[in-house]
């Protein structure tokens, strides 16, 4: 079983690597899951990169999330700045102690926790050098967008998911794209689930972003 740690308040399991040249992934999970939850992903998606996953500080009905959803269901803004603020100054905290901030970091969330990767890319750019969203929609837009030139990002829905319909996918398209990133968008036909032709599609474009 992996081991738990605790830095600047967010409780987390990071794995180290052996290859050096491999890159980082920082997960983030789904409502209702915990930090365990996203490593098999980080696994398949690459089996020789480090992994370091954040576990979410809020509770919503017994479930864990990464920031508080107002009573209409949406995101609250202010609730998912201020733990994108708080994450960001973690992430910076894990970068010296687990002595990472030369390696490539791509952030891999999914759902509730892709939209905290998403906020994190708009409020803290600097954090990621690329990203993997799943099912995700953006909880927040800041008075300005930041420069993402370059950037690769890839976005994943589904055309039946009605927990995070097709617009809201396409929001975050239009968003990252007019801010510069290389936004890749990948449908599938099924709802709030990461297939297996999802996933396939997540490993190649992280193989062609992280060759060395």
Same mark, same amino acid.
């Given at each position: 079983? *992996?081991?738990?740690?605790?830095?600047?308040?967010?409780?987390?399991?990071?794995?180290p690597t052996q290859a050096s040249e491999r890159p980082v992934l920082i997960l983030f999970h789904s409502?209702? *899951?915990?930090?365990?939850d996203m490593l098999g992903v980080g696994r398949l998606l690459d089996p020789r990169a480090a992994l370091l996953s954040v576990r979410g500080k809020e509770q919503e009905e017994g479930k864990t999330r990464y920031y508080l959803r107002q009573p209409d269901g949406s995101p609250d803004p202010l609730s998912a700045r201020q733990r994108a603020n708080e994450l960001a100054a973690f992430l910076k905290a894990a970068e010296s102690a687990y002595n990472i901030s030369s390696k490539k970091r791509l952030a891999v969330g999914y759902s509730n926790g892709g939209n905290m990767v998403?906020?994190?890319?708009?409020l803290h750019p600097e954090l990621f050098d690329g990203a993997i969203i799943l099912h995700s929609r953006v909880p927040l837009i800041p008075d300005e967008l930041p420069d993402l030139s370059g950037k690769p990002l890839l976005l994943t829905g589904g055309s039946a998911d009605e927990l995070i319909p097709p617009k809201e996918i396409q929001i975050m398209e239009y968003l990252f794209k007019k801010a510069g990133a290389d936004v890749t968008t990948f449908w599938q036909s099924g709802g709030h689930n990461i297939n297996h032709a999802e996933m396939r599609t997540a490993q190649r474009w992280l193989a062609e972003h992280t060759a060395s």
């Amino acid at each position: 079983m *992996s081991t738990r740690h605790t830095l600047h308040g967010f409780t987390h399991i990071y794995e180290p690597t052996q290859a050096s040249e491999r890159p980082v992934l920082i997960l983030f999970h789904s409502m209702g *899951s915990n930090e365990e939850d996203m490593l098999g992903v980080g696994r398949l998606l690459d089996p020789r990169a480090a992994l370091l996953s954040v576990r979410g500080k809020e509770q919503e009905e017994g479930k864990t999330r990464y920031y508080l959803r107002q009573p209409d269901g949406s995101p609250d803004p202010l609730s998912a700045r201020q733990r994108a603020n708080e994450l960001a100054a973690f992430l910076k905290a894990a970068e010296s102690a687990y002595n990472i901030s030369s390696k490539k970091r791509l952030a891999v969330g999914y759902s509730n926790g892709g939209n905290m990767v998403a906020a994190l890319l708009l409020l803290h750019p600097e954090l990621f050098d690329g990203a993997i969203i799943l099912h995700s929609r953006v909880p927040l837009i800041p008075d300005e967008l930041p420069d993402l030139s370059g950037k690769p990002l890839l976005l994943t829905g589904g055309s039946a998911d009605e927990l995070i319909p097709p617009k809201e996918i396409q929001i975050m398209e239009y968003l990252f794209k007019k801010a510069g990133a290389d936004v890749t968008t990948f449908w599938q036909s099924g709802g709030h689930n990461i297939n297996h032709a999802e996933m396939r599609t997540a490993q190649r474009w992280l193989a062609e972003h992280t060759a060395s």
